[in-house]
């Protein structure tokens, strides 16, 4: 989860999350590049009474402020599609989960091997226990393995919601009537929150998302349980 | 002894040839820095993060923490 007057991203817990934080990375440092260069420009000319009334034009300059962006701009672009066709890869997921948004909770259902689901509401503050977090922690977390491809199919039985979980890198839209499909590998045991994403109603700060991973052998014994107690 | 005459043109040429230079040398600077000062320190941390990080004990600490709700401390 995120911590008080956090600016950055939350730490990686998926492979495709941490390339993306590198991906961030080397882009802001580009970011930083033009501005500082701009920025200069910039107090250079305003500080200064010196002007030239007569440039017409100069084919140098368009040169080089044609190819310089063009030049940062595919420097961006390459690991930018890099990351994109990474997170499209076939991958041959160990399990699929289902995702469904409505007013205001999440509902998720196994139905892989043997069938069974269950809601996933928000605990109300006056409701917390010591340890848990306001607005984001719920009665029924979503648990799943840890280092094995899940699919997640979403969908919502009312409105747009979107199911979002910033640590493992994943957002997608929950849209009535569709089936939205992402994958993810859990690097590390934990817990990983995450918020609805989509406006949604009222509630709409109020439907969080929780990701519980935990080792296969593990997640075995919990589905059976959950199974028997459905 | 008459004056030099001063130089009457190429005074905001001469600015550009000055402070461009300086401008590029400074932004690649600042992303040198935030390269070395932030990227590069980010990708050392995780590769050393993973690099000894033991799966089945940090799941053991969490576990008899009490944090998971799929699977209880080893004494319940």
């Known amino acids: 989860m995120a911590h008080p007057s956090q600016l950055g991203f939350q730490d990686a817990a998926s492979p495709v999350m941490e390339e993306l934080l590198h991906f961030h990375d080397h882009t802001l440092m580009i970011v930083f590049l033009i501005s500082t260069l701009v920025l200069y420009i910039i107090m250079a000319m305003v500080t200064t009474k010196l002007t030239n009334k007569f440039i017409l034009d100069s084919q140098e300059i368009e040169i080089i402020w044609t190819l310089l962006p063009a030049l940062i701009l595919i420097l961006i672009a390459l690991p930018s599609l890099r990351i994109l066709y990474l997170m499209d890869e076939v991958n041959d997921p160990h399990l699929t989960v289902k995702a469904l948004g409505h007013q205001w909770y999440w509902s998720y259902e196994y139905t892989d091997y043997n069938n069974f689901g269950f809601d996933s509401y928000m605990v109300p503050t006056q409701d917390l226990t010591p340890g848990q977090f306001r607005l984001l922690d719920v009665d029924h977390r979503m648990v799943i393995p840890t280092e094995s491809p899940v699919r997640v199919l979403i969908t919502a039985d009312d409105v747009l919601h979107s199911w979002a979980v910033p640590s493992l890198g994943i957002k997608m839209d929950a849209v009535p009537g569709r089936l939205n499909q992402t994958a993810f590998i859990v690097s590390r045991p934990g817990i990983y929150y995450g918020q609805c994403s989509e406006i949604c109603g009222a509630n709409h700060s109020f439907m969080p998302v929780v990701v519980e991973a935990i080792p296969l052998k593990h997640f075995e014994n919990w589905s059976t349980l959950m199974l028997e107690n459905s | ?76």
């Open chain 2, 1 to 76: 002894m008459s004056l030099q005459k001063p130089v009457m043109r190429g005074l905001l040429a001469k600015r550009l040839r000055f402070h461009l230079p300086i401008a590029f040398s400074l932004a690649i600077a600042a992303a040198l820095a935030f390269k070395f000062g932030v990227t590069e320190p980010r990708k050392k941390a995780y590769a050393e993060f993973y690099k000894n990080y033991d799966n089945v004990k940090e799941f053991n600490a969490m576990r008899e923490a009490g944090v998971f709700e799929g699977v209880r401390p080893s004494g319940e």
